[in-house]
């Protein structure tokens, strides 16, 4: 499986951002789709995740309320939904692919990464 996130940016304090992932290769075994992601000099944070078949999500406690995870099925897409940014959310922001069943918030049981995609979020 690839993943190619895509959407980052310099944003102020308030706004929204939308992340995006494309997946392809052998998609058919995916079950969950992740995002986290890393401030400088901070480890990997799980932010979410979505069943990639049902669509059901959790989310980390920073993101509740603010972000919204969601997938086009069809098109292999997974999408970040930012709202309401705060600085604290300046990080590289990546998507992930765990084929394993059963839902994880470690960054360790993911087995596909994209690459990153940069969020700034200035005050």
């Known amino acids: 499986v690839q993943l190619q996130a895509s959407g980052g940016g310099l944003v102020q304090a308030g706004d929204s951002l939308r992340l995006s992932c494309a997946a392809s290769?052998?998609?058919?075994?995916?079950?969950?789709m992740g995002w986290f992601r890393q401030a400088p000099g901070k480890e990997r944070e799980f932010v979410g995740c979505?069943?990639?078949?049902?669509?059901?999500?959790d989310y980390a406690d920073p993101a509740k309320g603010r972000f919204t995870i969601s997938r086009d099925y069809v098109k292999n897409m997974v999408y970040l939904q930012m709202n309401s940014l705060k600085p604290e959310d300046t990080a590289v922001y990546y998507c992930?692919?765990?084929?394993?069943?059963?839902?994880?918030?470690?960054?360790?049981?993911?087995?596909?990464w994209g690459q990153g995609t940069e969020v700034t979020v200035s005050s």
């Open positions: 290769g052998r998609t058919f075994g995916l079950k969950y």
């Open positions: 992930a692919a765990r084929m394993r069943v059963g839902s994880s918030s470690r960054f360790d049981e993911y087995d596909y």
């Open positions: 979505i069943t990639w078949i049902g669509g059901t999500t």
